[in-house]
């Protein structure tokens, strides 16, 4: 049982000034696995003081001061390699597997590949007629979701570090002890006292209190569309900056080209890899009217390779949902597709042999049509949709007509159609036959996935301001 209500404040681990604490539930189990502090706006008034009093000299750091501090953290993150998977895997449910290839590994790429764009990024721009300086954007408030803890945070407190601007971070109350885990390292890095501060607690106090701060700057948001609704209306009162990073419902276009049984594969591991908790997952199957069977074949023959289960079990590729509420909410969108498309795989309840847990049944509904709420909405479960097109044109416009913009795939041969494709989707990242990721790309979305856009430099540009100077001599 991990008892750890206290906050981390200007360099110190100290006492709420409240003493209202949250459980946080190990959602394989249904138990609780440890405390954090429902810390109060005294709390985050500490820490805004912090950040605000680090902010001279933390955005007056040199470079190669701000490159040693992130391959410390580097360094401090790789040593507790084990206790991290362990953290995640109970915290979040994420199979061992999953916790060390995609959770430990994409929140150590973000350190070192902010090391990286760092080297040759240029604060200052002769442009002729003047100069360009970029400059700290000043105390920037980070609000993070539960479903990537060491990948929203890490990019997050990345960017910042390498911009020189000092932090209040939110982590989510579902999973905040990896977060918490960072803070020691950075501590340990030599960062200074007051650049980054770490205040647990709701989203209605501590999050709301950020993103109507006088004295927070910037807002760096991850989440639902429906709170960054809200965090966008808080930041009017000061005319902040925010970035959102929200939902999306991405389009995974099948070429008819494609072998069948990749594409299946890749449309599984979609909605299978974290639970199908993943904001950029392909969750609209789109496939040529004339695969349609052949698809849906493929994709029952392939599902079995992903088994569910104990994710602290051997051999297992997705456990549980986060949280009873996030069960509630898949069952609820399961119950509507039953409705309105028909059901190939899965269906409501949990899946044999797995009551105990927030376990789902793998479903995959079929004939659905664009227009369906399986299809429209964000699930963020082990549920896909397919749907089939009968030209590029047409699968086009399916893979378009939707609120979101944050991601786009496609599978096949031709790479003229993947040029086709990637430039006609309206998305902030498309992929072409399951390429790795490059953490130096950017990432964000169109439309109402977000603004802004977090890794490498680009995500370095957000936490920066941008001043023209006149008449200076170079
Ligand atoms: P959420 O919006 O419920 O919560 C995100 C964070 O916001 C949490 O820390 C929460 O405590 C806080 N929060 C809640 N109410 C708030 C308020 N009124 N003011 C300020 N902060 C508040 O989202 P979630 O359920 O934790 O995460 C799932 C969502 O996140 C999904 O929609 C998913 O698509 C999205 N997401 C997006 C990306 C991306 O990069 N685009 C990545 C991961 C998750």
Redesign the pocket.
Known sequence: MRNQVKHFINGEWIESTGSETIDVVNPATEEVMGKISSGTNEDLNKAVAAAKAVLPTFSNSTKEERIQWLHNIVEGYKKRKDEFIEVMTDELGAPLSVSEEVHYNMGLGHFSHAAEALESFSFSENRGGHTVLKETIGVSGL??????PTN?TSTKIASAIAAGSPVVL????KTPFAAMMLAEIIDEAGVPKGAFNLVNG???EI??GI?SHRDIDFVS?????S?GE??MQNAAQTIKKVAL????KSPLIVLDDANVEEAAKSAVSHMMTNTGQV?SAATRILVPTSMKTQFEEAVQKVLPSFPVGDPRKEGIATGPLVSEDQWDTVQSYIEKGEKEATLLVGGTGKPEGLEKGYFAKPTVFTDVSNDMVIAQE?I?GPVTTILTYDSLDQALEIANDTIYG?AGYVIGKNPEKFRDVASRIKAGRITVNDTATDFHGP?G?YKQ??IGREWGDFGIEEYLEVKSVHGMPS
């Open positions: 609000i993070t979701p539960w479903n990537f929203q939110k982590p989510a109350s709701t989203g209605s999050g709301d993103s948001f991850t989440g639902s569309g709170v809200k965090i990073e929200l939902g999306g904001c964000e963020f944050l990432f979305g996935s977000g």
